[in-house]
């Protein structure tokens, strides 16, 4: 798989991570936007896939979701984060 296509995978898996982490508790694109302080846009774009973000606004999500890093971070090349 060349880097390109990791990321890409990644990506992918980071927003679903995030869409389910806030279906979870029922809360819609433009409150966890208003948490994390991000453009409703931005965070569709994060969700589908096609932007990989800053470690800093992983953090700000996860804070806005109430939930661990380790919830919305993906599994990679089998190593699962604990």
């Given at each position: 798989m060349s880097d390109e296509s990791f990321e890409n995978n990644l990506a992918i898996q980071f927003g679903r991570n995030i869409r389910a982490a806030r279906a979870k508790i029922s809360m819609k694109q433009?409150?966890?936007?208003?948490?994390?302080?991000?453009?409703?846009?931005?965070?569709?774009?994060?969700?589908?896939?096609?932007y990989n973000i800053t470690l800093a606004k992983a953090y700000a999500?996860?804070?806005?979701?109430?939930?661990?890093?380790?919830?919305?971070?993906?599994?990679?090349?089998?190593?699962?984060?604990?």
């Open positions: 433009e409150e966890l936007c208003g948490k994390a302080n991000l453009d409703r846009s931005y965070l569709s774009k994060i969700e589908s896939g096609s999500l996860a804070a806005a979701l109430q939930c661990p890093l380790t919830e919305i971070l993906p599994e990679v090349n089998g190593v699962k984060i604990k």
